[in-house]
């Protein structure tokens, strides 16, 4: 099963309703979830159980409405500063790696100018990793991923501000 095959899936399952879909072949387990999951209860989540684990979602503790109003307030105002910058998502389902090997440097740091064609990042997906090359010039703002972290299908990666 290649990654375009995985991406149809999830685009089917997506469409159908299925709260839930289990995939289980040779060397790889797959299971998509939709429904009320997270913070946004229209959008599907997508859960590769190997070999990449997804992390655990970390309990948020009670909070008075006065504190949680400006919690809102804060992100509302980091996303209008972010509207002008280009976000560069995934384009697949696996685990996130800033460099090439363990001794190798990172492929980009915040601050650094990247052109159309450079490689910003790899993900492994199945044993096999990709290289994601940038789609657009400009400079680095802003890394969303932790390193060896696993991603999602269009999850965010870096915020490039283009000019």
């Given at each position: 099963?290649?990654?375009?095959?995985?991406?149809?899936?999830?685009?089917?399952?997506?469409?159908?309703?299925?709260?839930?879909?289990?995939?289980?072949?040779e060397?790889?387990?797959?299971?998509?979830?939709?429904?009320?999951?997270?913070?946004?209860?229209?959008?599907?989540?997508?859960?590769?159980q190997?070999p990449?684990l997804?992390?655990?979602?970390?309990?948020?503790?009670?909070s008075?409405?006065?504190e949680?109003?400006?919690?809102?307030?804060?992100?509302?105002?980091?996303?209008?500063?972010?509207s002008?910058?280009?976000?560069i998502?995934?384009?697949?389902?696996?685990t996130?790696?800033r460099?090439?090997?363990?001794?190798?440097?990172?492929?980009?740091e915040?601050?650094?100018?990247?052109g159309?064609?450079?490689?910003?990042?790899?993900?492994?997906?199945?044993?096999?990793?990709?290289?994601?090359?940038?789609?657009?010039?400009?400079?680095?703002?802003?890394?969303?991923?932790?390193d060896?972290?696993?991603?999602?299908?269009?999850?965010?990666?870096?915020?490039?501000?283009?000019?």
């Amino acid at each position: 099963m290649d990654i375009k095959e995985i991406q149809s899936l999830i685009k089917f399952v997506a469409k159908s309703g299925a709260s839930e879909v289990k995939l289980e072949m040779e060397d790889i387990k797959i299971t998509i979830r939709t429904g009320a999951v997270g913070p946004s209860s229209d959008a599907p989540t997508y859960v590769q159980q190997a070999p990449i684990l997804a992390a655990p979602a970390t309990p948020q503790p009670a909070s008075a409405p006065a504190e949680t109003v400006e919690a809102q307030a804060a992100p509302a105002a980091a996303q209008e500063d972010d509207s002008k910058y280009i976000t560069i998502k995934s384009p697949i389902i696996g685990t996130f790696y800033r460099k090439a090997g363990p001794d190798k440097p990172a492929f980009v740091e915040v601050g650094d100018t990247i052109g159309q064609g450079d490689v910003l990042c790899v993900i492994e997906a199945m044993k096999l990793f990709n290289d994601i090359e940038s789609e657009v010039s400009g400079k680095i703002v802003k890394i969303l991923v932790e390193d060896s972290s696993p991603v999602e299908f269009d999850q965010p990666l870096f915020l490039v501000d283009p000019s």
